[in-house]
Each structure stands twice: as structure tokens, then as C-alpha cells.
């Protein structure tokens, strides 16, 4: 193998090795990935944020998400799109628009969307967009409809230590 063949091979390997990893960012929401979330989130503050592409009220959110990303970065920040897996390119397009592309995201995955509602919350009805902002303890306030900026700093005051 000449060197140019060679380097033209690592060439590909690396750019689909960086094409699976940008198109791998969407985790699949399953019965259990609460679960999950909340292990790998114990002891830490974080938002959980519901949305779905056909909510006019959770895309005006994200700007305001977006912004307080921005406010806040030590803040963890999790986008859940109530979608099935088949809307995953306009999912992806929206969180680049918004700038939320390279925070923890999932999407529901194909099981009843009703059942997975559930296991976030058995009084939720499936209203978007919907907030939970959890504290270091695991306790949770949830929040219906778009948030202005002074509403989710004072939701975030309550739970950071």
C-alpha cells in the first residue's frame, strides 16, 4: 500500500468514525431511560425539557432554553422529543437551529409514546411543552406550556445547592 492510498484510507475511516458520532447524538427513549437518566444524573441538579417538532410552544421555548444554557452552563440540560424515531432528521434540525445540538438528547422510541409518558410521570397527559427541574436530592417540580426567562431562573434558583 502507497502512502497516499494509505492516508487516503485514514482519511475515511476517521470521517465516518465523525459522521456516526454527529448522527449518534439522539439516545432512543425506552421504558427504563428514565431510570437510566436519573442514575447517571444522582446527586446533581438538572432539567429535563419535553418537546415535539408539531409544538409551536416548545420551539419558542428552546430560544429561551438556549438562553439559559448560555446564563447557565454548569446546569445540566436534557432535550426529550416525544417524536417517534422517524421525525429524528426535523429533531435534529430544530436542536441545530436552536443551538441545543450538542446537549444530553433523546427521542421516544417505538413504544406506546403513551406508556413512556407514563414512566416520566403518571399525572402528565402528554401537554407540551413539559419541564421537570430536579434538584441534587431527586426531587422534582414540573412545569406545563412555554417558560419565560424569569420563570425557569426562578425554578432553577429552587434547585441548584
Known amino acids: 500500500m502507497t502512502i497516499k492510498n494509505f492516508l487516503v484510507a485514514t482519511l475515511l475511516i476517521c470521517s465516518a468514525g465523525i459522521t456516526q458520532a454527529q448522527e449518534g447524538f439522539i439516545q432512543t427513549f ?19 425539557a419535553i418537546w415535539s417538532v408539531d409544538c409551536p410552544s416548545c420551539l419558542k421555548d428552546m430560544v429561551v ?16 422529543s416525544t417524536d417517534e424515531p422517524t421525525a429524528m432528521l426535523a429533531v435534529k434540525g430544530i436542536l441545530a437551529r436552536n443551538g441545543l445540538i450538542d446537549v444530553e438528547n433523546w ?15 403518571p399525572s402528565w397527559y402528554g401537554e407540551l411543552p413539559r419541564t421537570y427541574f430536579y434538584n441534587a436530592t431527586g426531587n422534582r417540580t414540573a412545569k406545563s406550556g412555554a417558560l419565560r426567562i424569569d420563570e425557569f431562573e426562578a425554578l432553577i434558583a429552587q434547585i441548584k445547592p
Open 65 to 80: 432554553i438556549n438562553e439559559i444554557r448560555q446564563k447557565h452552563p454548569e446546569l445540566k440540560l436534557i432535550m426529550l
Open 30 to 48: 425506552n421504558p427504563g431511560s428514565l431510570q437510566q437518566i436519573l442514575r447517571e444524573n444522582a446527586a446533581q441538579p438538572f432539567v429535563l
Open 107 to 121: 427521542i421516544f422510541g417505538t413504544v406506546d409514546a403513551q406508556k413512556l409518558r407514563y414512566e416520566i410521570d
